[in-house]
Structures are given as C-alpha cells and as structure tokens.
C-alpha cells in the first residue's frame, strides 16, 4: 500500500489566513480541498509536500453560485454537487450541469470544488473545458490584493497555472450574454472515468438566427485544455447546418494534438474531437429553439 511522505497539516478559516500561510510556507505548501487529485498523486510520490492547508471552512466564504445582471459569479469553493444541482446555472449555462453529471461519482461529486477542478489543470479535467468554452475569468488573491486573468492564461501548461505561490484561487466570472446556449459530451472508457475526448460549445444566435459568436473547447486532446480558435471565424455569420457543423468539427481535428495511450489511438481521438465538436455544436443550437438533442 503506497502512502505519502510525511507532511505537516494545518486548517484554515479564512481567505486571509490561507494566503498569509502560503506567503510563509512558500512552494513548500500546498492547498487542499477535496483532495481527490492530490492526495493519489502524494501516494505515488508524483508529488511531495512540506505542508497541506486545508481550506474546506473556506467553503462559507467562497461556495456560492451568484447570478447578476450579464454574470454569474462562482466561488472557488463551491462543490461539484452544488454546481450539478443549481437551477440557475443549468437555465443559463446548460453545459455545467450536462459536465456535472459524468464527473466520477457522487463521492467525488460531494467534495470536490470548481476551484481544485481548474487549479489541478489536468489536460483530461471537464470543468476545464467547460469554463475555457464559456470564456470565463479567473479571479486569484495575494497579498497584494486581486488579479483577474482569462482562462487562456490561466493553464499555463500540463498541471501548472497562473496561480503562484502565495495565491488563491476564490472565483470564477462567466459572461452571460442573450440568445445563447451550451452543450457538453464526454467518451469515456467507463461511468466516471477520466474523457478519452469531451468537447463543449457554445453558441449565440443573432435576431436573424445566424450565429453571432460559437466556442469550442476540447479535453484530452493534447497538454493543454484547448479552446479551438478558428470555430468562431468560421461559423460568424452563417446560418447553422449539419454542413457548418462539420467544418467546425473538421477544424477542431486539425488544430487538437492527441497522442496514442492506452485510451485509444491518436488517430481515434482525432475522429472523437471531430465527432463531439458537431454534436455539441447541433445540441446548442437546438436548445437556443427550445429543443432538446
């Protein structure tokens, strides 16, 4: 039975106080929540740390789901089963909740936050995909006060983020905008499991149903979360069609990296990118007119 390298523990009450640790611990230290990445990775000694701060009494201060005028703010405390269950994020971003329902189980589901999701930043995590795809903004605070940077910039590459050391990651901003809506899809090898591919989209029509604006993110398609960034040039503008949707599809395929691992072969994760990339493009579209795909 493997188990971690010693380390100390220390729980926190406060935003304040988790980031004035971190200031101290430095890169020795590491943030915990639900644990449910971290603590296998320190089993297999694939990481090792002086020190985890617990942060789960945060969860009064940064677990919420908060719906304002052209934004809906999250806290990076909030869990996976709050965000499956909200009403209003589903009514607004349909995504989260098709994403929420294959996250693992309901044990990870209970425990585990949108924040540890995206601070992981595995190259197959769902939230991911789902926040590059909404365009969302990362708030993170230091002990200079806040900075707010996109999710382009917030993977910096395979399990590295723009969070440093002496930083927290407490929200994540998500733009609403009219006439739009969302879609996720997942292949996974089993219920729960980590995606062979997922993609999401979104999509906005204008008031003579062309679209105003698409995006597209894919999962476990190269060694980083990847928004495609020729979708939204190519579908501007245009009437939506099974022919369209595949010319995004084709372009996701392109412009995705996978590599031949024991989930499947480069060029079957190629044809997945392309074949999720069309559905979630059709199911969006289809539910911006009420229906449902």
């Excluded at 909200?86 to 990870?108: G, N």
């Excluded at 579908?235 to 395929?253: H, T, V």
């Amino acid at each position: 039975m493997q188990v971690p390298a010693p380390f100390e523990y220390q729980r926190v009450g406060s935003v304040g106080e988790a980031v004035a640790l971190l200031d101290r611990l430095g890169d020795t230290a590491r943030l915990v929540a639900g644990g449910h990445s971290l603590i296998p990775m320190m089993k297999l000694r694939l990481a090792n740390f002086e020190y985890l701060i617990d942060i789960n009494d945060l969860h009064d201060e940064l677990g919420y789901v908060r719906v304002e005028p052209g934004l809906i703010r999250i806290g990076a405390m909030t869990r996976h089963r709050e965000l499956l269950e909200s009403d209003e994020l589903a009514a607004a971003f349909p995504v989260f909740r098709d994403a929420e329902r294959v996250i693992a189980d309901p044990v990870v589901r209970n425990r585990g936050t949108l924040g540890g999701s995206l601070c992981q930043a595995d190259p197959s995590e769902d939230l991911s995909a789902v926040c590059t795809t909404l365009d969302a903004s990362c708030v993170i605070r230091g002990r200079d006060g806040e900075r707010v940077v996109s999710m382009e910039d917030f993977h910096q590459g395979p399990y590295e983020t723009a969070v440093g050391d002496a930083e927290i990651l407490t929200e994540v901003r998500f733009p609403v905008r009219p006439n739009g809506s969302s879609a996720y899809e997942k292949v996974e090898r089993r219920a729960g499991d980590w995606a062979v591919v997922s993609a999401g989209a979104a999509v906005w029509l204008d008031g003579d149903g062309l679209i105003a604006d698409a995006r597209v993110g894919l999962a476990a398609v190269g060694p980083n979360t990847a928004g495609i960034p020729g979708i939204a040039e190519a579908l501007r503008g245009r009437r939506p069609s099974e022919e369209l949707y595949g010319q995004a599809g084709d372009i996701a395929a392109e412009a995705c990296s996978p590599v031949t691992d024991r989930r499947g072969s480069a060029e079957y994760k190629r044809h997945l990118a392309r074949e999720l990339t069309v559905r979630v493009l059709r199911r969006s579209v289809a539910r911006i007119d009420g229906q449902e795909v």
